[in-house]
């Protein structure tokens, strides 16, 4: 069973960078499509990013793009988020997920880690 573990979260200010680190195991990466959502307090979680392991290829949400990059590892066991000019809104607990399909949905993936909590004070 894939298991996903997030760390890197943290209190910052606005303007500034932050970057969260997904370590997956027990599975074979090489086909997955690894990706990271975040949940705001009362707010349903939503899609921020994913890179496919085989294409190396990414996709990002309006709200991210130009500021967030995602990336992975060669040995396909680590994913990384680098988020920069964070802001307020960007306050949320973040969550990775790995699935088949490369997707913006929720359900599209089906291993989700615990979620690491990225806070932007103004």
């Known amino acids: 069973q894939v298991q996903l573990v997030e760390s890197g979260g943290g209190l910052v200010q606005a303007g500034d960078s932050l970057r969260l680190s997904c370590v997956a195991s027990g599975g074979t990466f090489t086909n997955y499509i690894m990706a990271w959502f975040r949940q705001a307090p009362g707010k349903e979680r939503e899609f921020v990013a994913f890179i496919t392991w085989s294409g190396r290829s990414t996709y990002y949400a309006d709200s991210v793009k130009g500021r967030f990059t995602i990336s992975g590892d060669g040995a396909k066991t680590t994913v990384h988020l680098q988020m920069t000019s964070l802001k307020p809104e960007d306050t949320a607990v973040y969550y990775c997920?790995?699935?088949?399909?490369?997707?913006?949905?929720?359900?599209?993936?089906?291993?989700w880690g615990q979620g690491t909590q990225v806070t932007v004070s103004s």
């Open positions: 997920a790995a699935g088949l399909r490369p997707s913006i949905l929720l359900r599209s993936y089906d291993s």
